[in-house]
């Protein structure tokens, strides 16, 4: 069993609180048993050290501990601020090459806590593409750019915001904290809050990669640190500290967008990473099969993830033909331990909102096509299994899909709806089809299927929302180049989009540098606009 106290600057802190974490597949086969046991811990028993359940455990910290977080990222920031963007740089490859030569020790954090296999693995994926040295060379030129104009050297060159709180989401919170890194990498202190219900993967992923790595490089002790403690206390400790100057939280948009409207308040910048409701148009040209696979990919971890597609316009002319391949695809989607190879599907809790949401698509009119049932671990139907089916409905038309809580709202569980519009003109169709999706509130990612290099165009040129674009792509999959978060509306808030952390986290500065003495009336004369021959007289 692995053991991490708090970490804050650059030492382990006393902690006479724990929360430990048991093994995500222990409640499948013993439900009551591994309550037991995670309550017996909870009130300080110590777990028998063969009993394989146990997994780790994580301090939890006192106000004292997290204020002396602040204190400590306030202290070295400036000193971290000072070490040259291509040292830095070197600490994001050093970041890199431990993720890859430890990416299977990653995937059995994630899977410990209950991530499925093939899910922590795309997670896990998503953190290595995310810190690639392609990825890392696009950042490096926006955060610094030179070029000559006249006599003078102009500089663009983004400086760091100071201190940065981050706060994951609890659904993914390790892979997802690792955007913290590039904000290290801006110049940036760090404070990272490991969730109270999922601390492990996020304590393991920061003290074994990144505090080692920092280390390494000889950076100032207190720019990271790493606390465990209640959410709500957290987030207002960060809004009134003068040692706070930016906020990166997780989370669902009602809650975010208060946090971000707070941020403002107090004069800090809010990084939001919110919700999502992504969309896939499928075109009557499209690539089905394809097609088909990357919308499948809505249900990994049973679709409790903000960037999977949650609901698809299919062209009424292929539209049967994609629902028979979906069908086929989703009927081999199956729950189970999330050791097990190919496991996509993970327990849900809000059972509740999945069937309100159902049965309110299917009496408005929607068609059920798959699914719709509980099962339990072996797939079968079970009226008090942990898991849901993989459920399509097919709504007809636009009209009927505005109204319906399965396509304009995220739906956190495994239901798509695949809305079909009526028949329409070419170019009024695919006009009516950007409309739509244009309308949707959310904004993360959003997907066209075609062959046709002018709708692709017209989808890149007039498709504003969403903080990516992917064109006859899987949906899920990473870019070298490319943020793998991002978005606006209800998805980013009011200044959210695509999202390169080591931008978010800082602010562009211009500098001139003369390079030749200029006397001090040419000075005056070229600020000035060129005066009209009449006017002089």
């Known amino acids: 069993m692995k053991s991490y106290p708090s970490y804050i600057a650059g030492q382990d802190a006393p902690a006479d609180k724990w929360i430990h974490t048991i ?46 977080a602040l204190r400590a990222a306030r202290a070295a920031q400036r000193e971290w601020a000072a070490v040259p963007l291509a040292r830095r740089m070197e ?15 990653f995937v059995e954090a994630l899977i410990a806590e209950g991530h499925p296999r093939r899910l922590a693995e795309w997670e896990v994926a998503g953190v290595i593409q995310g810190s690639s ?9 926006m955060m610094d750019h030179r070029e000559h104009v006249g006599d003078r050297e102009i500089r663009l060159v983004r400086k760091p915001d100071g201190v940065v709180c981050l706060s994951p989401p609890q659904n993914a919170a390790a892979s997802n904290s690792m955007l913290g890194v ?23 992923a920061w003290r074994e990669l990144v505090a080692t790595s920092l280390e390494e490089m000889g950076a100032p002790a207190g720019v990271l640190s790493i606390v465990c403690g209640v959410p709500k206390v957290l ?12 906020i990166m939280y997780f ?31 499928v075109w009557e040209d499209a690539d089905l099969d394809n097609a088909a696979q990357a919308i499948s990919e809505c249900f990994y971890g049973s679709s409790q993830i903000c960037m999977v597609p949650k609901y698809v316009i299919a062209h009424p002319r292929i539209a049967d033909a994609l629902v ?30 999945f069937f309100t949401v159902l049965d309110e698509a299917v009496s408005s009119g929607a068609e059920l096509l798959h699914g719709g049932q509980r099962i339990a671990e072996d797939g079968t139907p079970d009226s008090s299994g942990i898991f849901l089916q993989p459920t399509l409905v097919r709504v007809d038309g636009y009209e009927a899909a505005e109204k319906l809580r399965a396509v304009r709202d995220e739906t956190f569980f495994p239901l798509l709806s695949i809305v079909v519009p009526a028949e329409e003109p070419a170019q009024d169709a695919f006009a009516s089809a950007l409309r739509f999706m244009n309308d949707n509130p959310f904004g993360l990612r959003n997907s ?45 808030g009011p200044f959210g989009e695509a999202n390169y952390p080591m931008l978010r986290t800082s602010h562009l500065q211009a500098v001139s540098i003369a390079t030749k003495v200029t006397p001090r009336s040419r000075v005056f004369e070229s600020a000035l606009p060129p005066v009209a021959e009449e006017t002089a007289r």
């Open 23 to 68: 093994r995500a597949s222990s409640l499948l086969g013993d439900a009551f048993g591994a309550i037991r046991l995670k309550r017996a811990l909870a009130a300080g028993n110590e777990p028998e050290p063969a009993d394989d359940r146990v997994v780790g455990r994580v301090a939890l910290s006192t106000t004292e501990q997290c204020l002396e």
């Open 91 to 105: 600490f994001g490859a050093l970041f890199h090459k431990k993720a890859v030569a430890r990416q299977d020790e």
């Open 133 to 141: 040295p392609e990825t890392f060379a696009v950042n490096a030129r």
């Open 182 to 204: 590039h904000a290290l990498m801006a110049g940036n202190s760090l404070v990272v809050k490991a969730p109270r219900s999922a601390p492990y993967a996020v304590a393991w």
């Open 235 to 246: 987030i207002d400790q960060w809004m009134t500290s003068d040692d706070v100057d930016d």
């Open 251 to 281: 989370g669902g948009s009602e809650r975010g967008i208060e946090i971000g409207r707070r941020c403002v308040e107090h004069g800090k910048k809010p990084v939001l990473e919110l919700a999502g409701n992504d969309g896939v148009l």
């Open 324 to 353: 028979e391949r979906l069908r086929q695809l989703v009927s081999e989607i199956l729950p189970g331990k999330p050791e097990e190879p190919g496991i996509l599907l993970s327990p849900v809790l809000r059972t509740t909102e």
């Open 448 to 492: 066209l299927w075609s062959e046709d290099p002018e709708l692709i165009e017209q989808f890149c040129a007039r498709l504003d929302n969403g903080g990516i674009l992917k064109i006859n792509d899987s949906h899920l999959g990473f870019v070298p180049g490319i943020p793998t978060h991002g978005g606006n509306g209800l998805s980013g």
